[in-house]
């Protein structure tokens, strides 16, 4: 991010602005919109900016700028569309203090002008780093064919009742509070009462939520895909965006929890196979605890909750507590990892079933059939199987397994730094000490990425093949 973006106190100050032309003009349509104090300074004045002047909008100099002309300005935009009078005009705005924006001029500019969507006093602003104004402009019309012109006027009645709205307490009951105001109530008395209606039906709203009961809160059981933000469900998004707790594993990816609320209270109760880790029954006692305090809780878990993550254990706790759920399904590491490899976990007349292994406990080795899955054509896929690479390897060769059995290893699945790594049965667990793999990695025993397999059919496979994507 080179341009941090912030909405700019500029009531009462000064915004000067050199040049007279369509680039001022278009600048000063939206500057117009502010209650700063507008100056124009140009030799060449359009008629249309004489008017704006003439109604008291702005002032005009009709003169090129010179030195003190930018004195005490919050911001000076250079728009004579002439670069070396833009450079002149903001060398004197520079060394007066002023932040400096040169029209079309990213490389020169203090700062930039986003697309605006204005609701006021709701507004959104839309940057592109100066990279794509079209697009910019695209997602500002889309914006605005969502939004109703209404929101606007909700929202200053709103802001009008914000210190009323205090002996709510802070969290989800003032959240809801709001939300059937701006969503539902609100919008219905605009439009049957006008705004004097709105008033008196915030005032109805606010009685209703101060004496309404003290309920508990929620637990969504949410999957959080393999950790690329953009095979989220959209269940599951929108769940975060309303979480007030979310309790994630360590799997789940930073860009994953950046969709999360920003007041939002975020708790890692990650584990590690073979390494210290936070308790089961101490993940099951917050989940419990923050949402019988009220809260609606968010259980983040890598890929789906379904698959090896302890949701039967979770939900007994929750069921025992009372206090209601959903699971919302995400997309497995298996799906996606297999999807990037070309591969379908299933084919007719190779295999009708697949089945899923977690090397994350060794001991429940004991319960699997080794025998029918070292049998030609099977697939498996092995999560956290990084530390028992040795282990699986030895019980499928021990059960007459073709050494020659392709394996590929995927690392960070559906993550910018994937790592794809296609090798065989017999060199699976060299391999996967050569690789130093850092990442969490999914093994796929009995499939090859499709490039490899059709090089294989030519080539006699010699060494591991390796693709990153």
């Known amino acids: 991010m080179q341009h941090f973006p912030i909405f700019l106190a500029v009531a009462g100050r ?7 032309g369509d680039a001022a003009m278009a600048k000063l349509r939206l500057l117009m919109k502010t209650q700063a104090h507008l100056t124009v300074i140009a030799a060449q004045i359009a008629p249309e900016i004489h008017r704006w002047a003439a109604q008291g909008k702005l002032r005009i100099i009709t003169r090129a700028m010179e030195p003190g002309d930018a004195l005490c300005a919050a911001l000076f935009y250079a728009a004579n569309e002439n670069a070396t009078e833009d450079a002149r005009a903001a060398a004197i705005a520079h ?18 002008t986003p697309a605006i969507v204005d609701r006021d006093p709701v507004t959104i602003a839309i940057g592109t780093e100066g990279a794509a104004p079209v697009l910019a402009r695209a997602i500002k019309a889309d914006l605005e064919a969502r939004l109703p012109t209404s929101l606007g006027v909700l929202a200053r009645i709103g802001k009008t009742f914000r210190h009323a709205v205090d002996v709510l307490p802070m969290g989800r009951k003032r959240r809801d509070f709001w939300s059937e105001f701006y969503f539902n109530t609100g919008p219905k ?27 508990a809160g929620h637990v969504d059981l949410v999957g959080a895909g393999p950790g690329d933000p953009e095979l989220l469900t959209l269940k599951a998004r929108n769940a975060l965006d309303k979480a007030d707790v979310v309790i994630h594993d360590r799997l789940v990816t930073p860009e994953i929890l950046e969709l999360a609320r920003r007041e939002a209270i975020i708790i890692d109760a990650g584990k590690e196979g073979f390494g210290t880790a936070m308790a089961q029954s101490d993940i099951d006692a917050l989940i419990v605890e923050h949402a019988r305090n009220g809260a609606y809780v968010v259980r983040l878990k890598a890929g789906d909750p379904t698959v090896f993550g302890r949701l039967d254990e979770e939900i007994a706790a929750i069921e025992a507590a009372g206090l209601t759920y959903r699971i919302i399904p995400g997309i497995t590491a298996a799906s996606a990892a297999v999807a990037n490899i070309g591969q379908s976990l299933t084919k007719r007349n190779r295999n009708s079933a697949v089945r899923l292994i977690t090397g994350h406990d060794t001991k429940g080795y004991a319960d699997h059939d080794w025998k029918a899955l070292a049998q030609p054509g099977e697939v498996a896929a092995i999560y956290m199987g990084k530390k028992s690479a040795r282990f699986i390897q030895g019980r499928l060769l021990m059960h007459g397994a073709n050494p020659a059995t392709p394996v590929t290893i995927i690392e ?57 994507s």
């Not at 000064?14 to 007279?20: N, P």
């Not at 008395?189 to 039906?201: H, I, M, P, R, T």
């Open 95 to 112: 060394a007066e203090g002023a932040l400096v924006n040169i029209v079309d001029n990213l490389a020169d500019s203090q700062f930039i």
């Open 412 to 468: 960070n699945v559906s993550r910018a730094d994937q790592r794809v790594i296609a090798t065989t049965l017999v060199e699976m667990e060299p391999t996967m000490s050569r690789a130093n793999l850092t990442g969490p990695a999914i093994t796929f025993y009995g499939l090859a990425p499709r490039h490899a397999q059709q090089a294989a059919r030519q080539t006699p496979l010699t060494q591991p093949l390796e693709a990153t």
């Open 14 to 20: 000064r915004i000067v602005l050199s040049g007279g």
């Open 189 to 215: 008395a605009l439009e049957n009462d006008g705004e004097s209606g709105v008033q008196k039906a915030l005032e109805i709203l606010l009685d209703t939520h101060t004496t309404a009961t003290h309920t």
